[in-house]
């Protein structure tokens, strides 16, 4: 079992800055094994993929939307994934979770991931 907990999150003024964290734990975890998102999913809408990291690091995905203002990375050292977010938009305001799968294909999808955490609320103001 992964447990996940994702911090960081609050309010931040449009154009700002704001880094998210994702700490995994569990019994006999490697977490290099491991694949890990962030997802983000506002009221009413479907759960959707940001950004995804390998297990090493590299190779990475983002979403259109935040490409070129968002970055992901990992130190499995420390068993924590990372989201910096930089410039953020009202639109990127809702609950960002992280999420952990050994899978290595469709990893765009909320279906793939078998580990989630709670998620952590963001509020951008315009």
């Known amino acids: 079992q992964v447990q996940l907990v994702e911090s960081g999150g609050g309010l931040v003024q449009a154009g700002g800055s704001l880094r998210l964290s994702c700490v995994a734990s569990g019994r006999s975890l490697r977490f290099s094994d491991y694949v890990v998102a962030w997802f983000r999913q506002a009221p009413g809408k479907e759960r959707e993929v940001v950004s995804h990291v390998s297990w090493t690091g590299a190779p990475t995905y983002y979403a259109d939307s935040v490409k070129g203002r968002f970055t992901i990375s990992r130190e499995n050292a420390k068993n924590t994934v990372y989201l910096q977010m930089n410039t953020p938009q009202p639109d990127d305001t809702p609950v960002y979770y992280c999420?952990?799968?050994?899978?290595?294909?469709?990893?765009?999808?909320?279906?793939?991931?078998?580990?989630w955490g709670p998620g952590t609320h963001v509020a951008v103001s315009s």
């Open positions: 999420a952990a799968t050994h899978a290595a294909d469709g990893l765009r999808s909320s279906t793939q991931y078998h580990y």
